[in-house]
Structures are given as structure tokens and as C-alpha cells.
């Protein structure tokens, strides 16, 4: 089998790799499929291969993904709650119940970059979590639940991808650490 500590290694560069296509570059390969990475032993690195769904962000968008991202890991709701409604996952009318759940919503996929220390992908249960939560909230919520903006479609498939391969090659990785240059 693989190592552990190259599995860490390898999700790291993932998580670092996601980083820096959203806050640095802007730009993102979207389609986190196994398929379209390599990782080269000889020099350690990650290789994206498949750039067909490739997306650039305005710079806006990606401030404010840093700044609710700022918000959540320093458990700011109100800031949380704000930067929710600048992205469209909210609007000024909802109900407090429905700001309740979808801040629960965005406070479990961000979990991640929320937990302090080392993530365990392959063991954490976030992702059946918010797929049930995701449910409830459609079906069985207080009928103001709305999709995502457009904008974010993009994002959302490469966070979850990137999610999935970590779990995938059972990495642990400090999640936390990687995001915080990229913030506020």
C-alpha cells in the first residue's frame, strides 16, 4: 500500500492546488474527476490534465469566498450571514429559520477549513451530512429554499471533488493552514 505520509502529502498538494486556482489564479479546472490528475513521484507534484472545464471568476467572487471563509473559521455569524447574502445563498426577506439552516448547510461543507488541525477526509462523515441536510432543506424546509447562484455551480463541483479525492487516497491534511494566506 501507499504510504500515509504521502497520502497526506498528495491531499495536501490537492487542497493547496484548489487555493490557488480560486484565490490566486482565479481560474479553475472544474472537473475533479481521478482522471484528470497525475501526481509525478519524481518531483512531488500534481499535474492537471483535461482543461475543457475551466472557469474564471471575477475578483469579487473570490473576495468574497475569502471573506466568508474569514468569518466562518473565526465563527463570526453575523459576518458569516452577511457574506452569505453577497453570494446569493441568502436574501434580506428569509425567515431566521432558513438563515439558521443554510448557515448550518455552509458551516458543515466548510468544515474543513473550520476544524483546527489536521482533517481526516477519509474517515468524516460531512459529506453524507450535507447531502441529507441538503434534502431537508428542499423537501421538507420552509419552502424558501432557492439553488445556488449560477456562479457557483463551478466551485461547488471542484470543492466537492476535491473533497471526495481526499477521502478517496484516505488523506489527512490541515486544511486551515492552507486556506489562511489566501484570507483577510
Not at 14 to 43: C, G, H
Not at 81 to 92: M, P, Q, R
Not at 123 to 152: I, L, N, Q
Request: aromatic fraction near 12%; hydrophobic fraction near 40%; charge should be negative.
Amino acid at each position: 500500500g501507499v504510504d500515509q505520509k504521502l497520502r497526506n502529502r498528495v491531499g495536501c498538494l490537492l487542497e493547496k492546488l484548489v487555493f490557488r486556482e480560486l484565490f490566486e489564479f482565479r481560474t479553475m479546472q472544474s472537473d475533479p474527476n481521478f482522471a484528470n490528475y497525475l501526481y509525478r513521484p519524481e518531483d512531488g507534484k500534481i499535474v492537471l490534465l483535461d482543461f475543457g472545464s475551466s472557469v474564471t471568476f471575477e475578483k469579487e467572487f473570490t473576495e468574497r469566498y475569502a471573506r466568508i471563509s474569514r468569518a466562518l473559521i473565526d465563527d463570526d455569524h453575523d459576518a458569516a450571514v452577511h457574506y452569505a447574502e453577497k453570494i446569493g445563498y441568502l436574501d434580506s426577506g428569509n425567515s431566521p429559520e432558513h438563515i439558521e439552516r443554510v448557515m448550518n448547510m455552509i458551516r458543515m461543507v466548510c468544515e474543513p477549513i473550520c476544524h483546527v488541525g489536521i482533517y481526516d477526509f477519509y474517515h468524516s462523515d460531512v459529506f453524507a451530512r450535507a447531502r441529507d441536510a441538503g434534502f431537508e432543506m428542499v423537501f421538507k424546509g420552509t419552502g424558501e429554499f432557492k439553488a445556488p447562484p449560477p456562479s457557483t455551480a463551478f466551485l461547488h463541483r471542484k470543492l466537492a471533488g476535491s473533497f471526495l479525492l481526499c477521502a478517496r487516497i484516505k488523506a489527512c491534511v490541515n486544511v486551515q493552514e492552507l486556506i489562511e494566506p489566501h484570507l483577510p
